[in-house]
Nanobody, 126 residues
Framework: VQLQASGGGLVQAGASLRLSCAAS????????LGWFRQAPGEERKFVAA????????FYAESVLGRFAISRDNAKNTVYLQRNSLRPEDTAVYYC????????????????????WGQGTLVTVSS
């Protein structure tokens, strides 16, 4: 499956921004989807994940209550709504997909994912 992320940009602290990631190729509702981010000089870190059927979500503690992951299987798209953005949210955001035999499982480890998008840069100014 191929992934194309979009929606990044420059915003001020406190703003909201939604990222999108469109999947193409051999997609199905059994794909777990996730978002990761990588800040300058740091390793890639988990942000949020959602199960294939969209019923289960999981978040990194640092974004809990501010970010929301969702998916539209009819459009093969996963979203990351980010509110109350902070300068420390500045990073390249990557979406990822994990093929699975089950649609009620999410994945929070980067090593679990099979496919990665190209990343979209989000810069939050103070």
């Amino acid at each position: 499956v191929q992934l194309q992320a979009s929606g990044g940009g420059l915003v001020q602290a406190g703003a909201s921004l939604r990222l999108s990631c469109a999947a193409s190729g051999r997609t199905s509702r059994n794909y777990g989807l996730g978002w990761f981010r990588q800040a300058p000089g740091e390793e890639r870190k988990f942000v949020a994940a959602i199960s294939g059927n969209g019923a289960k979500t999981f978040y990194a503690e640092s974004v809990l209550g501010r970010f929301a992951i969702s998916r539209d299987n009819a459009k093969n798209t996963v979203y990351l709504q980010r509110n109350s953005l902070r300068p420390e949210d500045t990073a390249v955001y990557y979406c990822a997909a994990k093929g699975s035999t089950r649609d009620n499982v999410y994945y929070a480890q980067a090593v679990d994912y099979d496919s990665w998008g190209q990343g979209t840069l989000v810069t939050v100014s103070s």
